[in-house]
C-alpha cells in the first residue's frame, strides 16, 4: 500500500497492544529483534534463522529489500540489481517519463536491452545497512522531573551527537526515530543509491487494473508491478546518474518461487510501513472517524472531481496529473473505508472495554494510581479540546492550499519576494541586485519541475471550488484576511475572484513567471494577487498551525505514559512500536476470509476474473486485446496452475499498510512468491485496529508477473536474469 501524503494528523500517535500476546498475524516487528519471535514463525512453517532475515556482516532478506522513492518497497529479483515494485508506486516516475508520443503509462514499457532502460530522475532507493538500539543514550541526561521542552532539548542533543559519531567519515545516512511514543529510541545507518531506471511496465490497464472501483477491494485482478534496475559506480558504490555506472550487485536478491501457493502456506512480508496508530483511545478514534475522516473526504471529493472533469477532456492533463489524481483518490477512499470499518467493527467501543480494563489494573494499586492515573481522561479530555482547532486546521490544511499556485508562491515565490523588498519605516533597506539575481535564477532553475504538473484553469477550479466550501464551512473570524476583501470586492463570488487571480498573477504561468524572473521589480511583485493572496493568509495558518502543535503536543507525555503502562500491564507480552518508516516484518499464512454473513471468499483469483470484469473501452475495466487473446487460448507458458488456470492475486493475513506497497511476499525459505500491493475493504481500520478475522493483504501472485513480463511484454530476456525455484 502507498503512503498517504500530507496527513499530519495521523502521523501523530504511535504503538500497538493489548490483550495477551498478539495472534502471530498481527505485528510490524523490528528486523534487528526478529529474534524474539523466531519460534513462532517456525512453527508457523518458516525455514530461515532470525540471521537470514537481519544480520550485519552477512547478506540477508534485508539486503535485498530497499525502501523506493521515499514511500514505497521495493526487491531485488536478480544478480544485476532488477528491482520489483508495484506499478502504483512506479507510476509517477512512469508518468513523468511519458509523453503523449511516449505513453508508457498507457501503452506500458519493456526495454528489450540495458541501453534501453530509462533513467528516473528523482527515484532514489535506500538499504538498510544496521540499526542499533540507543535508547539509553539517548535518555541518559533525561529525568521525571524535567519539563517537556527541557527533556526535548536533551535528546536533541544526545541524538545530533549520535548522529555526528555515527555517520563520521561515512556517506551513509544516519537517522534516529523514536518508538513507542518516545519510550525508546534506534538508530538506522542507510545508504542510498540514485541512478534507478525503469526497466519495464505493463500498460496502466493491467497495472491498475480495476482502477478506483476496485482500490482497496478484494477479489482483486490487478497486475500491479513495476521494474527498475539499480545502477552503482564501477565499485558497486552508490553514484550519481552516468553512462559508466553498471548494474548494481547486491549483497543478497530474492529467488523466485514459481511452483505456486496454498491456503496456509507460511507468508512473510518484510518492508517499509509508515504509518499506523494502534494506541490511540476509543474516544480519539471517534473522534477521528466521525469528525476529521468528513473534512477529508469532503473536501478530496470536491477536488478530485475538478481534476476529473479536466482529465477526462484533455489527454496530456490525463498524463501530467494522474499520478497526483491517483494519489489523493487512493486516500479519499482510504478516508471512507477507515471511518465504515470503524463503524461496522465497533473499534471505539472494543478499545473502550480494553480501557476499562486498563483502569481497573491502575486503580489495583496506589502506584499506578499516582502515575497512570489520569493517563485516559488526559487524553480524552485533550481530544475534545482540539476539536474545533483541529477541524479548521484540517480546513486550512486540505482547501485553502489545495491550488498549486499557492503552495508555488509560498515556497518558490517568497524568496523573491523578500530579496526584492525595499521595507518600509525603520525596516528600510537597500536591496542589493546580486541576492535578487541570485534568487529569481534560483527560481528559474527549477521553473520547469514546479510547472510540469499544473493547468492553469484547473488550479484556478480548485481555487473556486475550495475557497468557496472553506468559506462557508468556517465561522468568520478564523477566515484569513484575504477573505474580506474577496467579500466586499467580490461579493462572496469565488469564481470571479478566482478569475481575476489567474488572468493577472504572474505565478499563474510558467511564461509569464519566467518573464518576470528575468526582469524582476519590486512593484510588480508586490502587487501580484498571487502574493496578495498568500500574503493575507499567513496571519491565519501561522495561527492556526500554532493551535495544531499545542494540541499535538499536549497529548504527547499522557500518550506516551499510557503506552509505557500498557507494557507495563503486560510485562509477558510482545510488543511492537507503530509504524514510522522503517523497516518491519510481519508474518502469517496464506489465508481466505468471510468478508460478511454467509459470504465467503477464497484466497487467490485467476484469468477467469479478467475476463468476467473485462469491459471494453472502459477506463477501469479495458485490458489490452492482445492480453485477452492469452487469456482465451490459456497461452499460460509456464506460469499456469496445476488446474490449468492462471493465477493472478492471492491474500496474506499479514499486517501491512501505505509504505508496504511493493513488499515481497516472501515463502518459508525467503523466496519470493508474490508482491504486497493492497489492503482489504472490510478492514480499513486496521491502522488503527488490526481486525484479525478480516485484515488481508493482497498480493499479486510472482508468476502472474512472470506471465506479463513474458507473454505480453516480451521480455523474457528479464526472467532469464532470475533464479528460478520450486
Ligand atoms: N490502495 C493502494 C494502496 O494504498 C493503492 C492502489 C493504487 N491503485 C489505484 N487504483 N489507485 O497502497
Known amino acids: 500500500m502507498k503512503h498517504l501524503k500530507l496527513f499530519l494528523l495521523v502521523a501523530v500517535l504511535t504503538t500497538k497492544g493489548w490483550a495477551s500476546t498478539p495472534p502471530p498475524d498481527e505485528g510490524m516487528w523490528l528486523p534487528m529483534l526478529i529474534g524474539q519471535n523466531i519460534e513462532e514463525m517456525r512453527a508457523l512453517g518458516l525455514k530461515l534463522t532470525a540471521e537470514q532475515i537481519y544480520s550485519v556482516n552477512n547478506g540477508s532478506l534485508k539486503d535485498a529489500i530497499p525502501q523506493f522513492s521515499g514511500y514505497c518497497t521495493s526487491e531485488i529479483i536478480s544478480p544485476d540489481g532488477l528491482l520489483l515494485t508495484n506499478h502504483h508506486c512506479g507510476y509517477q516516475h512512469i508518468a513523468g517519463r511519458s509523453t503523449t508520443e511516449h505513453n508508457y503509462l498507457r501503452d506500458g514499457f519493456w526495454a528489450m536491452n540495458r541501453q534501453q532502460e530509462i533513467h528516473c530522475p528523482d527515484l532514489k532507493v535506500k538499504f538498510l545497512v544496521r540499526m542499533d538500539d540507543v535508547t539509553k543514550r539517548v535518555l ?79 477479489p482483486r485482478h490487478t497486475g500491479d508491478f513495476s521494474i527498475f534496475r539499480i545502477y552503482a559506480g564501477k565499485d558497486n558504490k552508490p553514484a550519481a546518474y552516468s553512462t559508466d555506472n553498471v548494474p548494481f550487485k547486491p549483497k543478497h536478491f530474492l529467488p523466485v518461487n514459481v511452483g505456486g501457493i496454498k491456503s496456509g502456506d507460511y507468508a512473510m512480508i518484510m518492508g517499509w510501513p ?20 468528513p473534512i477529508y473526504i469532503k473536501l478530496f471529493g470536491q477536488k478530485l472531481e475538478v481534476m476529473k472533469g479536466y482529465m477526462d477532456n484533455d489527454p496530456a492533463l490525463k498524463i501530467s496529473y494522474a499520478s497526483k489524481y491517483a494519489s489523493e483518490a487512493n486516500s479519499w477512499k482510504y478516508f471512507i473505508g477507515q471511518s465504515q470499518g470503524v463503524q461496522k467493527l465497533h473499534v471505539a467501543d472494543e478499545r473502550k ?90 527560481l ?8 510540469e504538473h499544473y493547468h492553469a484553469p484547473l488550479d484556478r477550479d480548485v481555487m473556486a471550488t475550495l475557497y468557496e466550501t472553506f468559506y462557508r464551512d468556517i465561522p468568520k473570524e478564523r477566515h484569513p484576511e484575504i477573505f474580506k476583501t474577496i467579500e466586499t470586492k467580490y461579493k462572496g463570488d469565488f469564481k470571479a475572484y478566482a478569475n481575476y487571480v489567474y488572468s493577472t498573477s504572474i505565478f499563474a504561468t510558467k511564461e509569464r513567471l519566467k518573464a518576470f524572473l528575468q526582469k524582476p521589480s519590486w512593484a510588480l511583485i508586490s502587487n501580484d494577487p498571487a502574493i496578495i493572496l498568500s500574503k493575507g493568509m499567513i496571519g491565519a495558518v501561522r495561527a492556526e498551525y500554532g493551535n495544531y502543535l499545542k494540541h499535538n503536543s499536549a497529548n504527547e507525555v499522557p500518550y506516551r505514559k499510557y503506552v509505557q503502562a500498557l507494557r507495563e500491564m503486560q510485562p509477558n507480552k510482545k510488543f511492537y512500536p507503530d509504524a514510522n518508516l522503517t523497516m518491519r516484518v510481519t508474518y502469517g499464512t496464506v489465508k481466505n476470509y468471510d468478508p460478511a454473513d454467509a459470504v465467503h471468499y477464497d484466497f487467490a483469483t485467476t484469468h477467469q476474473g479478467i475476463l468476467e470484469k473485462f469491459k471494453p473501452e472502459d477506463l477501469e475495466f479495458d485490458v489490452p486485446a492482445r492480453l485477452i487473446e492469452l487469456l482465451e487460448k490459456k497461452d499460460f507458458g509456464r506460469w499456469a496452475n496445476p488446474d490449468g488456470s492462471l493465477p493472478v492475486c492471492f491474500l496474506t493475513d499479514t ?61 523474457g530476456h528479464l526472467i532469464d536474469e532470475m533464479k528460478l525455484v520450486r
Not at 519510550?183 to 526497466?199: A, G, K, N, Q, W
Not at 509508515?274 to 475522516?293: L, P
Request: glycine share 8%; with cysteine; proline share 3%.
Open 655 to 715: 499486517d501491512i499498510t501505505g509504505g508496504n506497497s511493493g513488499s515481497p511476499v516472501l515463502d518459508a525459505s525467503g523466496n519470493i512468491i508474490g508482491c504486497a500491493f493492497d489492503g482489504n475493504w472490510e478492514a480499513m481500520s486496521g491502522d488503527l485496529v488490526f481486525d484479525t478475522t478480516r485484515k488481508r493483504t493482497i498480493n499479486v501472485d510472482i508468476r502472474y508477473v512472470l506471465f506479463i513480463i513474458e507473454k505480453l511484454g516480451n521480455a
Open 444 to 451: 528559474l532553475a527549477e521553473l520547469d519541475e514546479v510547472y
Open 140 to 218: 541518559a541526561e533525561v529525568a521525571d522531573d524535567m519539563t517537556e521542552s527541557e527533556r526535548t532539548a536533551k535528546i536533541r542533543a544526545a541524538i545530533n551527537q549520535l548522529q555526528d559519531e555515527a555517520s563520521e567519515g561515512t556517506d551513509y545516512i544516519v537517522e534516529i526515530k523514536d518508538f513507542f511514543n518516545g519510550s525508546e529510541y534506534y538508530l538506522f545507518v542507510y545508504e542510498e543509491y540514485t541512478d534507478i531506471r525503469l526497466v519495464g511496465t505493463p500498460p496502466e490497464n493491467v497495472g491498475k487494473f480495476g482502477g478506483d472501483t476496485d482500490n482497496w477491494m478484494w
Open 353 to 442: 472495554a480494553e480501557e476499562a480494563r486498563f483502569s481497573q489494573w491502575v486503580q489495583a494499586d496506589a502506584t499506578r494510581q499516582a502515575k497512570y492515573g489520569d493517563v485516559i481522561p488526559t487524553i480524552n479530555q485533550n481530544v475534545d479540546a482540539s476539536l474545533e482547532d483541529m477541524r479548521v486546521f484540517m480546513y486550512m490544511n486540505v482547501a485553502l492550499f489545495a491550488p498549486q499556485i499557492v503552495l508555488t508562491t509560498f515556497q518558490k515565490g517568497f524568496p523573491v519576494y523578500n530579496a526584492l523588498d525595499p521595507g518600509t519605516g525603520k525596516n528600510k533597506r537597500k536591496v542589493d541586485p546580486a541576492e535578487v539575481r541570485a534568487a529569481a535564477d534560483a
Open 274 to 293: 509508515g504509518s499506523t496508530n494502534r494506541y490511540m483511545t476509543g474516544h480519539d478514534i471517534q473522534q477521528q472517524v466521525d469528525k476529521i475522516n
